[in-house]
């Protein structure tokens, strides 16, 4: 019988690469205002090339694109860029559809629910605090609660031990097949893809069951749960 529902957050939660790319976007336009004389396709490429070697949550990227570019920090042109970053960033970050219906709706079943992020702990707080979910889960991890990242299985173990839950009892959501399903399966946890947060165009996920809608995981633990 299943009692916990572990949930990925960028992705599967909340639709973090259209976030990602709307903030980079103001910040771009930002900069260029503020006097950053860089054709706004070059800028781009020079960003996601500073994420790609330092990680997608990296948070100094705006310092190291402008050195790069024009050999130091300036603060006018970073502080443009901040500013106008965080203010998109709360504008797009959004739920997917059904959401809050269906987390609601586990709540009231009296299934545990819990969050395993590979995201910074500062940066995965945020992203739920702005999305009101921080009252809804059980548990919440992120990078620094354990130091390891999925597929590692140290992340599912911590969340079963501090949950009192077997790995049969548990269900993992999860966008990138790799990272959430891989690493959940090593346990002997039931793994879901989520295809609607799909961004690689997967073809075969692995996992045991896929979505289109996370709604759809009510299906899946009443006839887990039958």
């Not at 190291?64 to 965080?86: F, Q």
């Amino acid at each position: 019988m299943v009692k916990l529902i572990i949930f990925d957050l960028d992705n599967t939660l909340t639709d973090f690469l259209r976030m990602k790319e709307s903030a980079i976007e103001a910040a771009v336009k930002s900069m260029i205002d503020a006097g950053l004389m860089f054709p706004k396709e070059k800028i781009e490429e020079e960003i996601f090339k500073i994420y790609n070697e330092e990680g997608i949550e990296h948070q100094r990227v705006f310092n190291k694109l402008l050195i790069k570019l024009i050999g130091k920090v300036d603060y006018k042109i970073m502080a443009a860029g901040i500013v106008a970053y965080r203010r998109a960033r709360e504008a797009s970050l959004v739920l997917y559809p059904h959401v809050n219906a269906t987390l609601i709706e586990l709540i009231k079943r009296g299934f545990k629910l819990a969050v395993v992020s590979d995201a910074p702990r500062e940066e995965a707080w945020l992203r739920l605090c702005y999305l009101q979910l921080h009252h809804m889960f059980d548990l919440v991890l992120a990078f620094e609660d354990t130091g390891e990242q999925k597929p590692s299985p140290v992340p599912f173990e911590t969340a079963l031990t501090r949950l009192g839950v077997k790995p049969e009892e548990a269900l993992m959501i999860g966008d990138w097949p790799e990272r959430d399903i891989v690493g959940a399966s090593k346990l002997g946890i039931k793994t879901v893809f989520a295809r609607y947060g799909d961004t690689f165009e997967v073809e075969s996920s692995g996992a045991d069951y896929e979505i289109d809608d996370v709604s759809h995981i009510l299906d899946i633990v009443d006839q887990l749960n039958k």
